[in-house]
């Protein structure tokens, strides 16, 4: 049986309460090297002798930062901090991404190698100070692609649903038309 962990469950509950994204023709792409603002989806800590965070969530932080491209607005990507002296080194490693367009919805997860770099291009996010570092979740930084990104759309359950109950003149099987019934008080 595969397990899948709670913060990868949390970071896809997370993505579809969020909704819209930029790809194209199925498929969400962004080339090696690109860089991407984002932050911290709540403010992290380490103290007391912990120098790693695992399964910390993310999200894009849009127009907040220029960077060379722009994840779609409502995606939630996955990653560790690693305390490293006064820097803190984050790595990503998914991210789950929706789009809308009217009614429709399509989904996209799958596998994000990146880096985080402080807006000024320095790697590393600055936000230690001896053993304890704080990074708030509105402090915006880059994330440096290892690789090049191609995530294809993924199957989803609710976008036929959503077609079933949109069909015309009853066809639709989760929401047909009601039956015409004469008024009961014209009888």
Do not use: W
Not at 77 to 98: E, F, N
């Amino acid at each position: 049986m595969i397990k899948i962990s709670d913060a990868i469950l949390t970071a896809s509950g997370v993505a579809l309460l969020l909704m819209p994204l930029h790809a194209s023709a199925g498929t969400l792409s962004l080339p090696k090297d690109a860089t991407v603002a984002v932050q911290a989806v709540d403010s992290l800590t380490l103290a007391g002798g912990e120098t790693r965070l695992d399964d910390i969530l993310l999200r894009p932080a849009g127009d907040a930062a220029e960077a060379s491209h722009e994840l779609p607005e409502y995606c939630v990507l996955v990653g560790d901090a690693r305390q490293d002296g006064d820097r803190l080194r984050i790595t990503t490693k998914s991210l789950t991404c929706i789009e809308t367009d009217g009614g429709d919805s399509d989904i996209y997860s799958g596998s994000l190698s990146a880096a985080g770099y402080e807006l000024d291009g320095s790697y590393g996010i600055v936000a230690c100070d001896g053993e304890r570092c704080e990074l708030d979740a509105d402090h915006v930084f880059h994330l440096k692609l290892a690789s090049t990104l191609e995530i294809e759309e993924q199957d989803n359950p609710s976008a036929r649903i959503n077609e079933q109950r949109r069909q015309a003149n009853g066809a639709g099987i989760a929401n047909p038309i009601p039956a015409e019934r004469p008024d009961p008080d014209d009888m």
